[in-house]
């Protein structure tokens, strides 16, 4: 099965979309690349190609895991299967 979003491990708070046209109440399938494993999630809002959909609930404060790296924090509140973008994410370099 074609991944809809990948991960790098099971500690990555994101996943990136991989493909295009994701709508709210899409179940999508979440490849793990360290491990080869699959698991689903559903989408919650239209995740763009290429953006982030949020693998974990997320406070305000949290930060962000990507492909094992830290990306970012988060400065709104969202739920596992959100899309994850500037308006609830920012930089910790400024």
């Given at each position: 099965?074609?991944?809809?979003?990948?991960?790098?491990?099971t500690t990555?708070?994101?996943?990136?979309?991989?493909?295009?046209?994701?709508?709210?109440?899409?179940?999508?399938?979440?490849?793990?690349?360290?491990?080869?494993?699959?698991?689903?999630?559903?989408?919650?809002?239209?995740?763009?190609?290429?953006?982030?959909?949020?693998?974990?609930?997320?406070?305000?404060?949290?930060?962000?895991?990507?492909y094992?790296?830290?990306?970012?924090?988060?400065?709104?509140?969202?739920?596992?299967?959100?899309?994850?973008?500037?308006?609830?994410?920012?930089?910790?370099?400024?």
């Amino acid at each position: 099965m074609k991944p809809d979003i990948v991960i790098h491990d099971t500690t990555d708070s994101v996943g990136v979309a991989v493909v295009e046209g994701i709508e709210e109440g899409q179940e999508l399938s979440v490849w793990i690349m360290d491990t080869n494993e699959t698991k689903s999630i559903v989408a919650k809002d239209a995740i763009p190609l290429g953006h982030k959909i949020a693998m974990v609930d997320l406070a305000e404060g949290d930060t962000l895991i990507k492909y094992g790296y830290d990306i970012g924090k988060v400065v709104e509140a969202c739920g596992t299967g959100h899309h994850v973008h500037v308006h609830n994410v920012k930089t910790k370099k400024w």
